[in-house]
């Protein structure tokens, strides 16, 4: 894999929970996020690698299992089995945030989300060296529209891309529960 010192831009295009693509601005990286199934008991969501070097049939890197009432479900990664969403991205102190996670991505590090923890970043995901290694951006209210995109982005440095379906599955998820505050 070429390395360019840039970290991927991955434009969300509709910013919506309901699902999006994320494409990254210099087109290295694709990934796609869909709402599966939606009733009273459910709504699950699959983030595909729409990257064109990954061929064959599309089979979700993450598969994200909402519960009724728009609570907290189960998650699987990769070929990994469902584990509980809240086990998963686990609170980093009991009495803490819910806005406020930690996930065991699979490198075996510990990263965090944290909501509005920097200047102009809706989230921020740090490593545990307190490294900045991922963020969503939300379009500030000045920007004039942008055809076909939100004006969202998510950034991930790129030494962390192997990692990117994680990030997206995690953020995915706090958001998720912002908007529902859980």
Not at 100 to 120: C, H, L, M, P, V
Request: proline share 5%; with cysteine.
């Amino acid at each position: 894999m070429t390395h360019y010192g840039l970290p991927y831009f991955l434009e969300d295009k509709t910013g919506s929970l309901a699902g999006s693509d994320f494409v990254d601005i210099h087109d290295r990286m694709r990934l796609s996020v869909r709402c599966t199934a939606r009733d009273a008991h459910r709504c699950a969501f699959m983030i595909y690698n729409m990257n064109p070097s990954v061929g064959g049939l599309l089979k979700p890197c993450a598969v994200l299992d909402f519960g009724p009432n728009n609570t907290l479900g189960t998650v699987a990664i990769g070929s990994g089995c469902h584990i509980p969403m809240t086990r998963y991205l686990t609170k980093v102190s009991p009495l803490g945030s819910s806005r406020t996670r930690k996930f065991i991505a699979s490198d075996g590090q510990e990263y965090r989300w944290n909501w509005r923890a920097r200047d102009n970043c809706e989230w921020v995901c740090q490593n545990g060296k307190n490294y900045m290694v991922a963020c969503y951006n939300l379009k500030l209210p000045e920007e004039p529209p942008y055809s076909g995109s939100s004006g969202c982005m998510l950034t991930i440095e790129e030494a962390y891309c192997h990692l990117a379906v994680e990030f997206l599955a995690s953020l995915m998820i706090m958001r998720y529960i912002a908007a529902y505050d859980l």
